[in-house]
């Protein structure tokens, strides 16, 4: 199992970015996956999370109207759209397979995790 982040980067207050995470190893299409953050000294959080059939379940409270989360199934590719970025965004971004039951925002209800990758945002 793989599932390998990228697309982060150091960016200005009111950017836009996109991560993407691929996955392999596991039935990417039939999987709900999840994206989550964590910063220094703070709990890891859910961004969003989204069904195996592209209907996004679940988005952070903070980030609700500002991030969109989709997949392309036939790349075994997960998406994160973030615009209007802010200092608060700043943390290291996860993508991660939920493992089909509890709640959606807990992160020990995710069986695969990726290393992460780091969105700094500067004001």
């Known amino acids: 199992v793989q599932l390998v982040e990228s697309g982060g980067g150091l960016v200005q207050a009111g950017a836009s970015l996109r991560l993407s995470c691929a996955a392999s190893?596991?039935?990417?299409?039939?999987?709900?996956m999840g994206w989550f953050r964590q910063a220094p000294g703070k709990e890891r959080e859910l961004v969003a999370a989204?069904?195996?059939?592209?209907?996004?379940?679940a988005y952070g409270d903070s980030v609700q109207g500002r991030f969109a989360i989709s997949r392309d199934n036939a790349k075994n590719t997960l998406y994160l759209q973030m615009s209007n970025l802010n200092p608060d965004d700043t943390a290291v971004y996860y993508c991660a397979r939920y493992s089909s039951s509890g709640s959606y925002y807990r992160s020990e209800n995710y069986n695969y995790w990726g290393q992460g990758t780091q969105v700094t945002v500067s004001s």
């Open positions: 190893g596991f039935t990417f299409n039939k999987s709900t």
């Open positions: 989204t069904t195996w059939y592209d209907v996004p379940v």
